[in-house]
Every structure is written in C-alpha cells, then in structure tokens.
C-alpha cells in the first residue's frame, strides 16, 4: 500500500535555529517528490519536485533531498515568515499526488 | 507556472443541498484535479478531471456523488450533491502538466448545517 510519512507532526524552532523536516514514502512506481508549503486558510504552495535519489534543490533558506526512502526538507536560520506547514507528496504512475499528513513549522522570533 | 482561482471561496449550506465549486486556470493545462482536506488532515484526491470525457475517481469517491465536468482545458467544476456534516472540507483544484509540478487553487471552504 503506498504510504507518506512526515515527521515531526509539529516544530518550534527560534529564529535563526536550523533544523530539517522528514519525509519517508513507500509507494511503487515514484515518479516525482514534491514538497509544499501551506499557510493557513490557504491552497499549498509549490516549493520543489525531486526526481531522482541524490538530487538537491534549493530556495532561499530552503533545501530538499532525497534518497531512495526518504526526503528531507533542510530549513537554515529560518525567519518567522517561514511558519507554515510543510506537505510533502509523492507522485505515482498515473499522476496522481499522494500526500503526507504534514509538519506544522514555528518560528518563534 | 499557473495561477488557480476558485469560486466560491467559501459557503454554509443545509444538509441535502448540492453545491458547484468552479475551478479556473490562466493556462491551457492538460491536468486537473480535485481534493478535499477535512480539519486537521492531509489532502485527499478525489477525482482527476478529464477533458472531454468522464473524470477518473478514487476509491471512496463516486460519480452521483462528486459529478464533475471539465468542458475546456482552463476550466473545471465540482458538484458536491446532497450534502451532509460529514462533506464539511476544503475542497481543492489543482492543475499542471503531464509529468510536472502541480499547482493549487487558493480552496472552497464548505461547511454544511
């Protein structure tokens, strides 16, 4: 059964206090990871798409990974607008997205 | 990149009404989806949305009801029908490109009495 897993559910960090977000999936047939921000009261946000173990992207003070088990999501010296919740999901053969429940990010400044 | 807008944002219905959510791209996009993300929850996919044919549902999810058209390839509707407390969600539309990313519409908040 394809399955995506986030962790931590939730995470407070302070300004400026590095930390990395994960994602571990089980699914057949990946055909992408894409990483999502969500604001609340707001449709996701398209921050990445990874296709193949050991590849890098990166944006701002955000940086995803991914191997063949698992992505995370690297967030350094985050600023208080960086609170949001983060989705990853993985794409399977038919183009569909297959979410995971999430990781609730606070930056306390 | 597309740009996603739903209409209404939001709506409070009575148990057994039917709602119409509208779904419109600045694009031609060959693309698009449904789903709904319940309080608390990840987003679940309802149904790929087909240009010109029946759109293709998850198991959960029925045509009577979820009907669903797409009449172009910019536009999209989803008809939540006789609706109870338990369809209260945010219902989502996403479009994009076959083997790319996909974008998100800004969400229906539907909240039924």
């Known amino acids: 059964e394809d399955q995506v897993t986030q962790s931590p559910e939730a995470l407070r960090l302070q300004e400026g206090e590095s930390s990395s977000l994960n994602c571990s999936y089980t699914v057949s047939g990946l055909r992408g990871l894409f990483w999502y921000r969500q604001d609340p009261g707001k449709g996701p946000e398209f921050l990445f798409t990874?296709?193949?173990a050991g590849e890098e992207k990166e944006k701002e003070r955000l940086k995803a990974t991914l191997t063949k088990k698992e992505s995370f999501l690297h967030i350094t010296a985050p600023k208080p607008e960086d609170s949001a919740t983060y989705l990853c999901?993985?794409?399977?053969?038919?183009?569909?997205?297959?979410f995971g429940t999430g990781t609730r990010l606070t930056v306390i400044p | 990149s597309a740009v996603i807008s739903q209409k209404p944002s939001r709506d409070i219905c009575q148990r057994g009404t039917s709602l119409t959510i509208q779904c419109q791209v600045d694009?031609?996009?060959?693309?698009m989806f449904w789903y709904r993300q319940q309080p608390g929850q990840s987003l679940t996919l309802i149904a790929t949305a087909n240009q010109g044919s029946e759109a293709t549902y998850e198991s959960g999810f029925v045509i009577d009801k979820f009907p669903i058209s797409r009449p172009n390839l910019t536009f999209s509707t989803l008809t939540v029908s006789n609706m109870s407390p338990e369809d209260s969600s945010i219902y989502l539309c996403?479009?994009?490109?076959?083997?790319?990313?996909?974008?998100f519409g800004p969400g229906t908040r539907l909240t039924v009495l």
């Open positions: 990874l296709y193949s």
């Open positions: 999901a993985a794409q399977t053969g038919a183009n569909n997205l297959f």
């Open positions: 694009s031609q996009v060959t693309m």
């Open positions: 996403s479009a994009g490109r076959q083997g790319n990313e996909q974008f």
